[in-house]
């Protein structure tokens, strides 16, 4: 019998898009593409409307809200390394 993995009906996300200066951001929502353009519309944060396009290069899923607004402040939180790595490798372990 294979493994059922629930369903999700109202997930939400955590993410790190990549500015176009290289910068990263952190945010949270609870449908990635919509977000990807509304930051590339000018309608995201004000921090990447001075740096777009964006793109999203990472994300996480949650069962909530408050889950994922706590993995983002987390995050937020990291170095520009650590950042790195969990888009690259999933984890924020230095290599």
Aim: glycine share 4%; proline share 5%.
């Amino acid at each position: 019998m294979p493994f059922d993995i629930p369903k999700i009906e109202n997930p939400h996300f955590v993410y790190l898009a990549r500015c176009s200066d290289k910068s990263l951001y952190v945010g949270y929502c609870s449908n990635i593409t919509k977000r990807e353009k509304a930051h590339n519309e000018g309608k995201g944060a004000y921090f990447t409307r001075k740096r777009r396009p964006i793109k999203i290069i990472y994300f996480e899923k949650y069962l909530s809200e408050i889950e994922a607004i706590r993995r983002e402040l987390q995050i937020k939180k990291w170095s520009r390394i650590k950042k790195e790595n969990l888009a690259k490798h999933g984890h924020p372990t230095k290599f």
